[in-house]
């Protein structure tokens, strides 16, 4: 009895990790303008930016033509616009992803999600909530932050263009 009492309460302790459902939408927009409805997004996106804006999804690793961007200028929400990286912020991580160890003042807002179970910091274009990538503590100094973005959820505004 005791013992099925205490699997009882492991159990029930587990289920929320084990039945955890993947982030499989984007965020809230902060900006009603951008409150577009899952057909106004497709109408507005690629499809594989519409995987990964609004569904959360994750783009082949290398797949960006991104990852070898090396000139200044700015990085920006492929949904809205908003500015969310500069090139100074910008390495190479080896992982295929386009990464970052900053994000420009109020670009980005975060979340803990749990599609890999292990949660992770999620973290989304703060003016139109589409999904942008997620950041982990193994990046260079200052920060010691890595945003590791998918591509295609970025467009790059070169400087002086
Ligand atoms: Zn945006």
Redesign the pocket.
């Known amino acids: 009895m005791k013992r099925r009492s205490l699997f009882g309460l492991l159990g029930s302790a587990l289920v929320p990790w084990l039945g955890a459902k993947p982030a499989l939408a984007a965020s809230t927009?902060t900006d009603p303008q951008?409150q577009l409805s899952p057909s106004q997004w497709r109408s507005r996106l690629s499809a594989e930016a519409f995987s990964v804006?609004r569904q959360a999804g994750t783009e082949r690793p290398f797949s960006s033509t991104l990852n070898k961007e090396k000139r200044q200028g700015t990085y920006?929400?492929?949904?809205?616009?908003?500015p969310?990286f500069s090139s100074k912020a910008k390495y190479d991580s080896g992982t295929g992803w386009p990464s970052f160890y900053e994000a420009l003042p109020n670009g980005i807002a975060t979340k803990v999600d749990f599609k890999l179970i292990i949660p992770r910091t999620e973290y989304?274009?703060?003016?139109?909530?589409?999904h942008?990538g997620h950041v982990f503590d193994d990046g260079p100094k200052p920060s010691g932050k890595r945003y590791c973005n998918n591509g295609v959820a970025l467009v790059f505004l070169a400087k002086g263009n």
């Open positions: 927009p951008w804006l920006a929400c492929a949904g809205c616009q908003l969310l989304h274009c703060r003016r139109c909530g589409g942008q």
